[in-house]
């Protein structure tokens, strides 16, 4: 399937052409907060993938402690040691690794989770059956792996975001993600602000390259809080179970249609075949001679068959010549 797919996506050139104007204009103010936060992204994969993608990271950030988690997002963020509240770098299933911040200059509390990175992580993506989650009171279709993270993650951290809170009044609340964890961010995101009434109500999300978490009136209904990031033609956004199904589909019509008119029409070759070698109705009375065209009664007998002349037998071959008389020489 992989053969053909690769075959499909060499032959078949999307248009990634761009409207030449941008039908939901982006504001400079939100720019610079999706450059802000885009960092806090990047901090939760760690210093060694972050320097993989970048050896200036390397040489920027001091390796006091080894890689310390915890060290690395503060260098790397900006924030001091003791503005990064929660860790969690372990992760596993139905469990993305994240961190729990206070940024003080935005006067926020930042909530980050990291992508897929391990098999835990590639366990939650296959998990994506669809379930039902409940927003204000109407049922919508969300990614069962991503659902099940999201309230995992609420149960775990909520104590600590309301207590964060408290102490710094005035603060809101930002969920930021990458990938996996985009997509538990902006169910994270619904869960908060599914409760009408509450501190957690007014919390908003920044996700890059999200994933297919939710249905399309559900992103409709989380617009005004969430705000998704994608670059070009990235797979991730556009990959979900339904978009496979649809996928296979196209490729086996686009490979197969040759064969399958082939088939097609040799079927029909043989109806018109069959149509022109079966007997044409007669009549009930009388049938027309195909050698004459006078008309035989239909109830007549059949002509008596004409009879041959049996074959002759065949020859036989002639009795070989009798062997000559064998003469005895004479003694003297």
């Not at 956004?237 to 008119?261: N, Q, W």
């Not at 002509?303 to 065949?314: D, E, F, S, V, Y």
Request: glycine fraction near 6%.
């Amino acid at each position: 399937f992989m053969y053909w797919l690769v075959r499909y996506a060499l032959r078949h050139k999307p248009d990634s052409t761009l409207p030449e104007k941008s039908e939901d204009p982006v504001s400079l103010e939100q720019l610079q907060k999706l450059r802000h936060y885009v960092r806090y992204c990047s901090a939760s994969y760690g210093k060694l993938a972050v320097g993989f993608m970048s050896r200036s990271v390397s040489k920027m950030i001091a390796d006091k402690d080894g890689h310390a988690f915890k060290n690395f997002v503060s260098q790397y963020t900006g924030l001091k040691e003791a503005d990064v509240i929660h860790v969690d770098n372990r992760g596993g299933l139905h469990r993305p690794v994240h961190y729990v911040a206070v940024d003080k200059p935005m006067q926020t509390i930042v909530v980050s989770l990291r992508g897929s990175m391990t098999l835990s992580d590639l366990l939650t993506d296959l998990n994506c059956k669809p379930d039902t989650f409940i927003f204000h009171g109407r049922p919508y279709e969300v990614h069962r792996g991503m659902i099940r993270a999201a309230r995992e993650l609420d149960s775990e951290i909520r104590p600590l975001v309301l207590s964060l809170m408290q102490e710094n009044p005035g603060y809101k609340i930002v969920v930021v993600g990458h990938s996996l964890g985009a997509g538990v961010g902006v169910l994270l995101t619904a869960i908060w602000c599914s409760e009408q009434k509450g501190e957690l109500s007014s919390t908003t999300c920044y996700a890059f390259g999200t994933p297919c978490a939710c249905c399309k009136a559900l992103s409709k209904a989380l617009a005004q809080v969430v705000t998704t990031v994608i670059v070009g033609d990235d797979v991730v956004p556009r990959l979900s179970l339904a978009s496979m199904h649809a996928l296979r589909e196209r490729v086996i019509k686009y490979f197969d249609g040759d064969r399958m008119t082939s088939e097609e029409g040799e079927e029909e070759k043989a109806k018109r075949k069959r149509a022109r070698t079966s007997r044409a109705p007669v009549d009930a009375e009388t049938f027309t001679s195909a050698s004459s065209s006078s008309r035989v009664p239909f109830n007549s007998p059949p002509p008596a068959p004409t009879t041959r002349p049996p074959p002759p037998p065949p020859l036989q071959p002639p009795p070989p010549p009798p062997p000559p008389p064998r003469v005895r020489p004479q003694i003297q």
